[in-house]
């Protein structure tokens, strides 16, 4: 595995633009530049890709230490010579996408309800803010309360906050078995299994609704999987991973389609009728939606249901991507992304407009 | 320095008293020194300090009025739940309010079928578990104080538990918070879905000591009990083979739902104390606890087993039923008190290390507890590298104090040095501030203090707690090189 450090040359390139006040657009693998706003100026890039390498990993502490620039494909291959494995299951988008790219957008995969998400899994991380300092937060242990969460606050904040260098993650084992059920129902019936499920003490590791199929993903010690299964009924497919996957990395047959893709966050209570096609994961925490209709209209069911509605992929990309917040909250997190970024260089107006931010 | 700004202290204070007259009914507000001296510590009794007054707001309108006004007075405002915490992190300040939130403590919703709880801040951690448990599901962190402490503290502390290597921390098992901001905004963090949009201030909240806003409401989720839980305890002849047996179990592919060590020392005095039929003879014990379905349990137990014995266990014991089970428990759950018994006074530590460097603390502890004369004991949350060594002494012998905070000091920095962190779990509080110090340079720290700004721009909210300032970090660094003596002894603590 390559293994490079170039966080010198790294923060060197950022105190030129912190001194020049001018930003810079944080890339690595480049695989989720769909994502995002997308500020409509082009920026200095600053390239992250070649600070790579797994820095330590200790199978038996169940802590990996990796460079930014490492694939997640490669810490998957490094993880599973060991028997672990990432525990909220990123996509690694044909083996492109990098530890940094995925904590800086926070994407977890099917697991997230069941084991947690890419920030629960975040021990400690070196960043590099927007005064062009080298900070080391969190650590390598699993319990840590010293300090502020900067390491947490990191993930999904776009590099708005700080170049993330390095993440220290816990890991878990690979479950021994996995064996994938489905069951032929209407979606409101789904989301209620869904919920029963999850309340249950059960080996349920994903699960997903679409075209009225609810497919269950079982995880766990051969015994644990095969007495949940007794238990549950429903048939067995004979291609355990191949839906999960599909899902992971979005190449299920749903996201192939030229509308924007809604990403929307709610309540696993909720039942919305939402204006387009839609698939459910996350036990009915997490749907995806299919649409054109206003982002008004999305928003509003998204906020009804007690969460919130991301412009995914496709439709305006100059537009409110995220979620907008209420006027206080706004002001505080912008009184944030200040304290890390007080001339506003990393990666300006990927998360919301410039103009907004001056005034 | 109290005593000759008493005339002007005075003025303030009954000026700031029937500012919050205004809106709180008399017995909120706890002025009188007998009154006060209740409140004087939390569960670090070492540091104490009298508030200038306690309120005990009902409402949380009530929790913004004070705000307002503590705010446009620019008085520091403490928040405190059951002040169980062991850092200090509620020790009142002289010219501060300290803002009790005892009285909130009601379930608002439980509702099985979403499996949350909305609680108040404070409820007992262990109540949210009794009411959960008809439907089968239950609030996993479980501090060892989770009888007494409360949910809000828990939030503030981050607080863990020895079951939080499979299920987490509090940071894991909440949704969302209710805020109250130091200007008397109400704001909403977190939701009731998965994730919300902006960044992440859940994560920034959690463990955040009361320094960036008082939490006055608390979404938790709830899991499903386990189906079936079985304890393991394997005795060693040498701490060492009982460290690499916790790596063992672990590479084995086994993630213990706990996962505790005690050394000799605190295995004769929980066994004197509790009677839990520990030996007594061993360097070392391991409480090793699975849980999943039976026949999940049953095999995990058989994987536990065969790598205990691999690592040289002198004796292996599986609990034969659920009392033999609580009864294995009892003795680690009653290691503090037991160090009660035997000692007029103790100091527990709560530094975090990769579980590797284990032996060379031990070796270095016992070296320095010999230096000091203080006698020492371990207990330790092995599975996630969290230490708990228990120094004992006595507070009315000259020194022994300072000895201890000394021994404790050093024991933290090699902490730090062998790459861990100097609390796991019980916070920084006013106890190990000048420890973060060795922990985070200058520029680190600034930018904590540029954190807390942006919530907090007058540095109300609990100052003087859990970040040090760069002016005492430099007075400490000075410490070091005097070997132990404070340069500016006459300097405030805070």
């Known amino acids: 595995m390559a293994f490079n450090d170039i966080s010198q040359q790294l923060q060197q390139q950022l105190q030129q633009a912190f001194v020049d006040k001018r930003g810079v657009s944080v890339v690595a693998g480049g695989t989720k530049q769909f994502y995002g706003r997308d500020p409509g100026i082009t920026y200095e890039a600053l390239d992250v890709s070649d600070h790579k390498g797994v820095v330590s990993y200790e199978p038996t502490e169940l802590v990996v230490t990796a460079r930014a620039g490492t694939t997640v494909s490669e810490l998957n291959q490094v993880l599973a010579e060991h028997g672990q494995r990432l525990p909220f299951e990123p996509p690694v988008f044909n083996g492109e996408a990098t530890l940094g790219g995925t904590l800086a957008c926070g994407l977890s995969g099917p697991s997230r309800p069941y084991t947690g998400a890419a920030r629960d899994f975040v021990l400690g991380t070196n960043i590099i803010n927007g005064r062009a300092q080298l900070l080391r937060f969190g650590g390598e242990v699993i319990k840590n309360v010293a300090g502020y969460d900067v390491s947490r606050l990191m993930v999904g904040a776009m590099g708005t906050l700080g170049v993330i260098l390095q993440a220290s993650l816990k890991v878990l084992p690979i479950p021994q078995k996995e064996t994938t059920i489905i069951f032929?129902?209407?979606?409101?019936?789904?989301l209620d299994l869904m919920n029963d499920?999850?309340?249950?003490?059960?080996?349920?590791?994903?699960?997903?609704?679409?075209?009225?199929?609810?497919?269950?993903?079982?995880?766990?010690?051969?015994?644990?999987?095969?007495?949940?299964?007794?238990?549950?009924?429903?048939?067995?497919?004979?291609?355990?991973?191949?839906?999960?996957?599909?899902?992971?990395?979005?190449?299920?047959?749903?996201?192939?389609?030229?509308?924007?893709?809604?990403?929307?966050?709610?309540?696993?209570?909720?039942?919305?009728e939402l204006p387009g096609e839609v698939m459910i994961e996350w036990g009915g925490a997490q749907w995806w939606l299919h649409s054109d209709s206003p982002?008004?209209?999305?928003?509003?069911?998204?906020?009804?249901?007690?969460?919130?509605?991301?412009?995914?992929?496709?439709?305006?990309?100059?537009?409110?991507?995220?979620?907008?917040?209420p006027p206080k909250m706004a002001a505080l997190q912008e009184r944030i992304r200040l304290a890390f970024d007080p001339h506003g260089i990393l990666n300006p107006g990927r998360i919301e407009a410039l103009n907004k931010k001056q005034s | 320095?109290?005593?000759?700004?008493?005339?002007?202290?005075?003025?303030?204070?009954?000026?700031?008293?029937?500012?919050?007259?205004?809106?709180?009914?008399?017995?909120?507000?706890?002025?009188?020194?007998?009154?006060?001296?209740?409140?004087?510590?939390?569960?670090?009794?070492?540091?104490?300090?009298?508030?200038?007054?306690?309120?005990?707001?009902?409402?949380?309108?009530?929790?913004?009025?004070i705000m307002k006004v503590c705010s446009a007075m620019s008085v520091p405002v403490v928040a405190r739940g059951a002040g169980t915490g062991l850092s200090g992190g509620a020790l009142p300040l002289a010219d501060g309010v300290l803002l009790v939130l005892a009285k909130f403590n009601q379930i608002l919703q439980l509702d099985p079928l979403r499996r949350i709880a909305r609680v108040q801040p404070g409820v007992r951690n262990l109540a949210i578990s009794e009411a959960a448990d008809v439907h089968g599901l239950y609030y996993a962190p479980d501090p060892s104080s989770q009888i007494a402490c409360s949910i809000g503290g828990n939030v503030a502390e981050n607080s863990g538990g020895v079951h939080c290597l499979k299920y987490g921390l509090t940071i894991h098992n909440i949704l969302q918070l209710k805020v109250v901001t130091i200007d008397g905004e109400l704001l909403t963090i977190g939701s009731e879905a998965l994730d919300s949009a902006?960044?992440?201030?859940?994560?920034?909240?959690?463990?955040?000591?009361?320094?960036?806003?008082?939490?006055?409401?608390?979404?938790v989720k709830l899991l499903p009990k386990p189906e079936h839980t079985s304890l393991v305890l394997a005795a060693f002849d040498q701490v060492e083979s009982a460290g690499a047996a916790v790596g063992g179990v672990i590479a084995a592919g086994v993630i213990p739902a706990g996962l505790e060590m005690m050394d000799n020392f605190a295995i004769r005095a929980t066994e004197d104390f509790a009677h839990c039929g520990y030996p007594v003879d061993a360097a070392a014990i391991l409480l090793c606890e699975v849980d999943g379905t039976e026949a999940e349990t049953r095999e995990q137990v058989e994987q536990v087993k065969v790598v205990m014995a691999q690592h040289g266990a002198s004796e292996i014991r599986i609990a034969g039923s659920e009392a033999e089970r609580l009864l294995f428990w009892k003795g680690r759950k009653m290691a503090f008190p037991a160090m009660g018994r035997i000692s007029p006074d103790y100091y527990c530590i709560d530094g975090t290390i990769p579980r590797r460097e284990l032996p060379g603390l031990?070796?270095?502890?016992?070296?320095?507890?010999?230096?000091?004369?203080?006698?020492?004991?371990?207990?330790?949350?092995?599975?996630?590298?969290?230490?708990h060594p228990l120094i004992l002494f006595d507070a009315n012998m000259p020194g022994e104090?300072?000895?201890?905070?000394?021994?404790?000091?050093?024991?933290?920095?090699?902490?730090?040095?062998?790459?861990?962190?100097?609390?796991?779990?019980?916070?920084?509080?006013?106890?190990?501030?000048?420890?973060?110090?060795?922990?985070?340079?200058?520029n680190e720290i600034r930018q904590f203090h540029a954190l807390k700004e942006a919530f907090d721009p007058l540095a109300l909210l609990n100052p003087g707690k859990a970040i040090p300032t760069l002016q005492r970090c430099a007075e400490y660094g000075a410490m070091h090189v005097h070997n132990g003596e404070l340069p500016f002894p006459e300097l405030e603590r805070f």
Not at chain 1, 300 to 317: I, M, P, V, W
């Open chain 1, 184 to 190: 032929h129902l209407e979606r409101d019936s789904a």
């Open chain 1, 197 to 272: 499920f999850a309340a249950r003490p059960l080996p349920v590791s994903a699960t997903c609704f679409y075209g009225d199929i609810l497919f269950v993903r079982l995880s766990g010690s051969e015994a644990a999987v095969e007495s949940a299964y007794m238990a549950l009924g429903g048939e067995r497919l004979p291609k355990t991973d191949e839906v999960w996957q599909s899902l992971r990395e979005f190449q299920h047959p749903f996201f192939d389609t030229e509308l924007p893709l809604w990403r929307i966050a709610m309540t696993t209570a909720a039942r919305p």
């Open chain 1, 295 to 325: 982002a008004e209209e999305i928003r509003l069911a998204a906020a009804r249901c007690g969460g919130h509605a991301t412009l995914f992929r496709g439709g305006d990309r100059s537009s409110e991507i995220f979620h907008p917040l």
């Open chain 2, 1 to 65: 320095m109290n005593q000759s700004v008493q005339p002007a202290n005075d003025h303030h204070r009954s000026s700031l008293i029937n500012q919050l007259a205004r809106f709180l009914p008399r017995n909120c507000i706890l002025m009188e020194d007998q009154e006060l001296v209740p409140y004087e510590c939390d569960g670090l009794s070492a540091y104490r300090q009298r508030p200038l007054l306690v309120v005990l707001p009902e409402t949380v309108e009530q929790v913004i009025q």
């Open chain 2, 198 to 219: 902006g960044y992440d201030l859940l994560a920034v909240m959690t463990g955040s000591e009361g320094m960036l806003g008082v939490v006055v409401e608390v979404v």
């Open chain 2, 362 to 387: 031990l070796s270095k502890m016992n070296e320095w507890s010999e230096y000091y004369k203080l006698r020492v004991a371990n207990v330790f949350h092995a599975g996630d590298g969290n230490l």
């Open chain 2, 401 to 442: 104090l300072e000895r201890t905070e000394e021994f404790a000091a050093k024991i933290l920095e090699m902490c730090v040095q062998v790459g861990g962190t100097i609390t796991g779990e019980h916070g920084v509080g006013i106890e190990k501030i000048n420890q973060m110090c060795s922990q985070f340079n200058e």
